[in-house]
């Protein structure tokens, strides 16, 4: 069987991390004072016309051989759709595509199934969006797909339930002066360059920026407060520590060595959303009860993430890592969430002396990821405890993983070369079969001391039969109870490199 490539580190677990901790970010940056904002009100005084759902997919359905509405379509004199009142189960109430004309919708209450307004026209004209109350959409209320330069201003966006705007391949859009009010992301923008988002207060919601062009620094964000708070943005900064200090989101991109330290993020969409950040750390933060994640982490690598709360994200996770490398997760509390940390597309990745306790779905989630260490975590009342999914090469050692729901450790669709040792499996999955494995090429026992895991469910004699197809089995199961101690068995810690 191919053996892990593993260095082995002779140096206490304390003094690394503390030697690592002590070179980040030498100047410090606090957030402002709170600034006035421009508020957004609805106008009661509209005298909308009820409506049925509203179709164009060509530029003639918006004149007088279709809906008959007002306009040209020029940008000075664009289409108006204007003081509709659409409530249907209709999965969208207004939905234009494919045209290349200028058009307004305004002033208009918006509540269908999926989409209140869905915009899916690359050559379309000037689009705005202006003065219109959209609720109650189960998946979006804006969905703004190819057209640039669209201009959505002064809307009320309440109870939609997975984003508020979604905005892919628009560039020079702006957002502003908007009420965005419980959405699971108030704004989901991907890959859009030049954005100005301005001017919009945001309640238990918050933004989410994605851009594969790593191009953060054409965008403009400013002056935004989510809970009553100021939405902190940072690009391209290096050698500087962001302190807390009242911050409703921070969100920190192409950057690097930064301190994060001393926040507590709140209701939010995402607490503290880092993209492109490198040899950094990320300390003492408190994230809770964020919708989508505590901590978002994206195309970032060399990190240290250590002492931090991450709880309550009942929806969402408290760690969301996605397409990063050599990343240490450590002394952290995660607990509360759906999922405890997801882990996908990364490799290098280290979870050590973590506590991660009471998850609806998995404590661990490890997704298409190369190379990971999980060493020494407490994960107890969870779905499951820990999820190898795709994954290869990851050792999974001295863990204590107790209570869950279902197995201890699920291990499936091709993943291989994968270690378990030295790990005690308590009362998971009613007391029984606690762990899984559909694929063939995994270890249970380490080699070289020919020492397996602790099964609380073991018969006492022969091997420990582990679930699923590859008919893999623990050889050497641990039967003495006590849990041993990394510290008091003098291992080193084991870093993949």
Same mark, same amino acid.
């Given at each position: 069987?191919?053996?892990?490539?593993?260095?082995?580190?002779?140096?206490?677990?304390?003094?690394?991390?503390?030697?690592?901790?002590?070179?980040?970010?030498?100047?410090?940056?606090?957030?402002?004072?709170?600034?006035?904002?421009?508020?957004?009100?609805?106008?009661?005084?509209?005298?909308?016309?009820?409506?049925?759902?509203?179709?164009?997919?060509?530029?003639?359905?918006?004149?007088?051989?279709?809906?008959?509405?007002?306009?040209?379509?020029?940008?000075?004199?664009?289409?108006?759709?204007?003081?509709?009142?659409?409530?249907?189960?209709?999965?969208?109430?207004?939905?234009?595509?494919?045209?290349?004309? !200028?058009?307004?919708?305004?002033?208009?209450?918006?509540?269908?199934?999926?989409?209140? #307004?869905?915009?899916?026209?690359?050559?379309?004209?000037?689009?705005?969006?202006?003065?219109?109350? #959209?609720?109650?959409?189960?998946?979006?209320?804006?969905?703004?797909?190819?057209?640039?330069?669209?201009?959505?201003?002064?809307?009320?966006?309440?109870?939609?339930?997975?984003?508020?705007?979604?905005?892919?391949?628009?560039?020079?859009?702006?957002?502003?002066?908007?009420?965005?009010?419980?959405?699971?992301?108030?704004?989901?923008?991907?890959?859009?360059?030049?954005?100005?988002?301005?001017?919009?207060?945001?309640?238990?919601?918050?933004?989410?920026?994605?851009?594969?062009?790593?191009?953060?620094?054409?965008?403009?964000?400013?002056?935004?407060?989510?809970?009553?708070?100021?939405?902190?943005?940072?690009?391209?900064?290096?050698?500087?520590?962001?302190?807390?200090?009242?911050?409703?989101?921070?969100?920190?991109?192409? !950057?690097?060595?930064?301190?994060?330290?001393?926040?507590?993020?709140?209701?939010?969409?995402?607490?503290?959303?880092?993209?492109?950040?490198?040899?950094?750390?990320?300390?003492?933060?408190?994230?809770?009860?964020?919708?989508?994640?505590?901590?978002?982490?994206?195309?970032?690598?060399?990190?240290?993430?250590?002492?931090?709360?991450?709880? %309550?994200?009942?929806?969402?996770?408290?760690?969301?890592?996605?397409?990063?490398? /050599?990343?240490?997760?450590?002394?952290?509390?995660? /607990?509360?969430?759906?999922?405890?940390?997801?882990?996908?597309?990364?490799?290098?990745?280290?979870?050590?002396?973590?506590?991660?306790?009471?998850?609806?779905? %998995?404590?661990?989630?490890?997704? !298409?990821?190369?190379?990971?260490?999980?060493?020494?975590?407490?994960?107890?009342?969870?779905?499951?405890?820990?999820?190898?999914?795709?994954?290869?090469?990851?050792?999974?050692?001295?863990?204590?993983?107790?209570?869950?729901?279902?197995?201890?450790?699920?291990?499936? %669709?091709?993943?291989?070369?994968?270690?378990?040792? /030295?790990?005690?499996?308590?009362?998971?999955?009613?007391?029984?079969?606690?762990?899984? !494995?559909?694929?063939?090429?995994?270890?249970?026992?380490?080699?070289?001391?020919?020492?397996?895991?602790?099964?609380?469910? %073991?018969?006492?004699?022969?091997?420990?039969?582990?679930?699923?197809?590859?008919?893999?089995?623990?050889?050497?199961?641990?039967?003495?109870?006590?849990?041993?101690?990394?510290?008091?068995?003098?291992?080193?810690?084991?870093?993949?490199?």
């Amino acid at each position: 069987m191919k053996r892990n490539k593993l260095r082995l580190i002779s140096i206490s677990i304390l003094l690394f991390l503390a030697l690592l901790l002590l070179n980040f970010g030498s100047t410090t940056l606090n957030s402002g004072a709170s600034t006035d904002i421009l508020p957004v009100e609805m106008d009661m005084s509209l005298n909308y016309t009820d409506s049925g759902p509203i179709t164009i997919d060509s530029n003639d359905d918006f004149g007088v051989s279709g809906y008959g509405f007002p306009g040209t379509g020029t940008p000075g004199d664009p289409y108006l759709i204007k003081e509709l009142r659409i409530v249907t189960a209709a999965d969208r109430a207004i939905d234009v595509v494919g045209v290349t004309v !200028s058009f307004t919708i305004e002033d208009c209450y918006l509540d269908a199934n999926f989409y209140g #307004i869905r915009v899916d026209a690359e050559s379309a004209g000037q689009v705005i969006v202006i003065n219109n109350t #959209i609720v109650g959409n189960t998946r979006e209320g804006l969905y703004i797909l190819r057209p640039d330069g669209v201009q959505i201003r002064n809307n009320t966006f309440s109870g939609n339930g997975l984003m508020d705007i979604r905005m892919s391949f628009s560039d020079s859009t702006i957002i502003a002066n908007n009420t965005f009010i419980s959405s699971e992301r108030a704004i989901a923008a991907d890959n859009n360059l030049f954005l100005t988002i301005e001017n919009n207060t945001f309640t238990e919601t918050g933004i989410y920026i994605f851009n594969e062009y790593y191009d953060y620094a054409g965008h403009t964000i400013r002056n935004n407060f989510v809970n009553g708070k100021p939405l902190g943005y940072y690009t391209d900064i290096s050698d500087v520590t962001i302190a807390g200090g009242g911050y409703g989101q921070l969100i920190i991109a192409n !950057s690097d060595n930064v301190t994060i330290r001393d926040h507590h993020i709140d209701h939010a969409s995402i607490g503290i959303l880092c993209q492109v950040l490198t040899n950094s750390l990320i300390t003492n933060n408190t994230l809770e009860y964020n919708k989508y994640a505590g901590l978002f982490l994206r195309w970032c690598s060399n990190l240290i993430v250590d002492s931090n709360d991450f709880s %309550y994200s009942s929806l969402g996770t408290g760690i969301y890592n996605s397409v990063s490398s /050599h990343v240490v997760f450590s002394n952290n509390q995660i /607990h509360d969430n759906y999922d405890g940390a997801y882990n996908i597309n990364c490799n290098n990745i280290t979870y050590f002396n973590n506590t991660l306790e009471n998850m609806a779905s %998995y404590g661990l989630r490890m997704q !298409s990821n190369q190379e990971a260490t999980i060493l020494n975590n407490t994960l107890i009342n969870a779905g499951r405890a820990i999820l190898l999914w795709s994954f290869q090469e990851c050792n999974v050692t001295y863990n204590l993983i107790k209570d869950c729901g279902g197995e201890g450790i699920n291990i499936d %669709y091709g993943s291989e070369y994968n270690v378990i040792h /030295h790990n005690f499996f308590i009362n998971n999955n009613g007391g029984t079969d606690q762990a899984f !494995s559909n694929d063939v090429n995994n270890l249970f026992y380490d080699i070289e001391t020919s020492v397996g895991n602790y099964w609380s469910d %073991y018969s006492g004699t022969g091997d420990y039969l582990i679930g699923g197809s590859a008919g893999l089995t623990d050889p050497n199961v641990i039967v003495d109870n006590t849990q041993p101690s990394i510290m008091d068995k003098s291992v080193d810690l084991i870093y993949i490199v």
